[in-house]
Structure formats: C-alpha cells, structure tokens
C-alpha cells in the first residue's frame, strides 16, 4: 500500500492549453479514490502523470513519501488496466496474465504458472488461459487485463474507464471483482472515470475535476448531496442538478425569505440569504424533487418534450415559459410529450449557491 501525493500538479500544452491547473490531492493508504469529471477535464491526463507516461510542466508526484516525478514508470511499483485492448495478441490469455513476472521468473524460484492460475481463478477466468485475446469478448480481455495488472503484487492499481462499453452484466461482474481485489489486499486504487455509477459504486472518495480544477473531494454520498460548486451540481447525478438564477425579493424574521423562481415565489428560513436581498441566487434543485400536479402549489406551467423510462419512474424533460429547460424525476409511465405540467419547488429541499463564485452556501439535509 502506498500514498499518493499530487503536489500542485500543472500541465500545459502546446498552445497554452491548461490540461491541469495546479493539482493538489492525497489520497490515502489502501484507498480506492476516483477522480471523475467530463470528457476533456484533465483527468486522464493526471493519471498519465502518474504513471509516469507524462511529465506535469510544473509540480511534483509522490508515491509512498518517494518523489517519482522524474522516475520512470517501470520503477514506480504500479499495475495499469485501460479500456483499450492493450493485450498481446500472439500470446494466449495466461500468457498476457504472466508478462510483467517473466523476468521475476528467471531470478527467483517463483512457478510463474502457479501464479497465473492462482489469479486467473479469483477472476473467474481459469479456463481461458490458452485462449488468445481475439477469441475473447470485450468483458474477458478486460478480465484478463486485470489479472496481469495485479500479478506483479503492486502498491498501487491505476485505472482508466476499465468498465468503459460494457454491458450491465459483465460491468457488473467486474465491480465485485475490483471491489474484492481492494477489500482483500488493501491495494491502493486510483480509478478515472467519466461514469458517476462507476465512481459511487466502487469509491471510497471521489475528485471532481471540470476543466483542470480540482472542484471538490469528498464521499460519494457527500458529493451527491451537498456539491461544492454548481460547476459540480450541473455535472454530477444522473442526470444532473437543474440550476437556475432566482431574485431574492425581500426578507424578514416574520415572514422568511422570498425568491423568485421561474416566475414562481417560494419562500424560504433561512439568514444566509439577508445579504442577497436585491440580488440574485443559484438555486439547485435535484430532478426528483421537482413536484407536480396538487403538489405544486402555485404550479409553473411546463411543456413536456422527451422521455426517458426508469421503470417505476420516468425521467422527464419539461420546458417553461420562461425559457429553462429542466429535469423531473415523476413517478409511473411517461407522459405523452406536449403535455402540459404545473410543476413546483420545494423549498426545503432547494440548494443555494453565490452567483459569482459559484460556491454552494446552503444545502438542505441529506436523505437517509
């Protein structure tokens, strides 16, 4: 197990295109952190500097207290798997499995066969070994790369978008299998991911990095329920927050704090927003607090314009008078599009956040 240090990582490319803007993260021991955000954000490319496939432009990386940012990536101890199929196609699947050990082989007495029989079957792959990767489905290459990844007993696994164009299934099946390989060695675990199921569902915390900024760490649960930034409410959930601009109209200790919200006045208790009086506020509100029909009292009027099945729900997109598109989470079948909605805010379930800074200010308290 090994910690990890990005000490005011910056990278920039040709172009003065800012890849990275002075990343600052550790992540611990034995922990399996993920660092999510959109395509483009950075992320990749600060696992590639960890990997030593990169050199940052400015700051250093450690690795168990061992700065390695100018060491190469064979004597930094890591085991990587990709969504790539990065295997050697000549060779059979137990051959791939025992690569990075041939030359641990012929210094020591190690029984190299042993070894890759002994992974492959806590993967469930034992009888694929004497198959080559072209005869393998996409899930079992990366089962096999998974196996070679962790063979060498590393102190730290690298992963990037490993569960990428899966099917449920096999994604699945590879969860528990990297969650089991985590819990039983105590491995430390780096994963980059687009894919907010795949973080929540594997993370002990998770980064969330928008356009080269570190914009919050945090569990799971708390990136979820209370989003540092509205850069972060807008990206992370599935879908995502609706944030929209509201007036703050008037408050006092009698009658709270009124806002106005797509032509709707909701009232809420709260003195965080005395200073905004006059002004205006970002106001988050999660898709599946969004309440409509005799709920909504004083109703805005919506337009639905697609649907989404969930099953036991439907995810709903409406448009307003106003102009705001925004995201509901209603229960039973969809809706027929083009039918009209009143819809509504709760104010006890709004989130609040500064509309310079972007910086979140209240939020209301997390479900259990």
Same mark, same amino acid.
């Given at each position: ?13 040709p ?11 550790t $992540?611990a021991?034995?922990e399996?952190?993920?660092l999510?955000?959109p ?14 496939? &990169?050199?940052?432009?400015g700051?250093?990386?450690h ?8 060491? &190469? ?5 890591l085991?990587? $798997?990709?969504q ?6 000549h060779?059979s699947?137990g051959g791939? $499995?025992?690569f990075? $050990? ?17 992974e492959?079957a ?5 009888h ?5 990767p072209?005869t393998l489905?996409e899930?079992e290459r ?8 962790i ?11 490993p569960?990428a164009?899966?099917e449920a299934?096999?994604?699945?099946r590879?969860?528990?299998a990297?969650r ?13 991911t687009?894919?907010?199921?795949d ?11 928008i356009?080269?900024v +570190? ?7 708390d ?5 540092a ?7 992370f ?5 609706n944030?929209?601009?509201a007036?703050?109209?008037?408050s ?24 905004y009086?006059?002004r205006?506020? +970002?106001?988050?509100?999660?898709p599946?607090?969004v309440?409509?029909g005799a709920e909504?009292?004083r109703g ?6 697609a649907t989404?099945?969930?099953g036991?729900?439907?995810?709903t997109?409406v448009?307003?008078l106003d ?9 039973g079948s969809?809706?027929?599009?083009g039918?009209? +909605? ?8 709004l989130?609040?956040?500064?509309p ?7 939020h209301?308290?997390?479900?259990r």
């Amino acid at each position: 197990m090994s910690e990890i240090v990005f000490q005011d990582v910056t990278k920039v490319y040709p172009g003065e295109r800012v890849a990275l803007d002075h990343l600052t993260i550790t $992540i611990a021991r034995g922990e399996f952190f993920s660092l999510v955000g959109p395509s483009g954000c950075g992320k990749t490319t600060a696992l590639r500097i960890l990997a030593g496939l &990169e050199e940052p432009t400015g700051g250093r990386v450690h690795i168990g207290g061992r700065d390695v940012t100018d060491i &190469e990536i064979h004597q930094r101890n890591l085991g990587i $798997i990709t969504q790539e199929n990065l295997l050697l196609q000549h060779r059979s699947a137990g051959g791939n $499995i025992g690569f990075p $050990i041939e030359g641990l082989r012929r210094r020591t007495r190690i029984d190299a066969r042993a070894r890759v029989e002994f992974e492959a079957a806590g993967l469930g792959i034992g009888h694929l070994l004497d198959r080559k990767p072209a005869t393998l489905s996409e899930g079992e290459r990366r089962l096999v790369q998974l196996a070679r990844a962790i063979i060498s007993s590393p102190s730290v696994l690298l992963m990037d978008e490993p569960l990428a164009f899966l099917e449920a299934q096999m994604r699945a099946r590879l969860h528990t299998a990297i969650r089991q390989i985590h819990d039983e060695r105590g491995m430390t675990i780096v994963l980059v991911t687009a894919s907010q199921h795949d973080a929540m569902a594997l993370s002990d915390r998770i980064g969330v990095l928008i356009d080269g900024v +570190l914009h919050q760490i945090g569990s799971p649960h708390d990136v979820y329920s209370r989003p540092a930034t509205a850069a972060v409410a807008r990206f992370f959930g599935e879908p995502s927050m609706n944030v929209l601009a509201a007036d703050v109209l008037g408050s006092s200790p009698a009658e709270g704090t009124q806002l106005e919200i797509l032509g709707q006045v909701v009232t809420m208790w709260t003195p965080l927003l005395a200073d905004y009086v006059g002004r205006s506020v +970002l106001v988050g509100v999660r898709p599946e607090d969004v309440v409509i029909g005799a709920e909504a009292s004083r109703g805005i009027e919506a337009h639905v314009h697609a649907t989404e099945p969930l099953g036991s729900a439907t995810l709903t997109e409406v448009s307003t008078l106003d102009g705001p598109t925004l995201s509901c989470r209603l229960p039973g079948s969809a809706p027929p599009i083009g039918t009209v +909605l009143d819809i509504g805010l709760r104010p006890e379930r709004l989130h609040l956040f500064d509309p310079a800074t972007e910086l979140a200010f209240l939020h209301p308290p997390a479900r259990r």
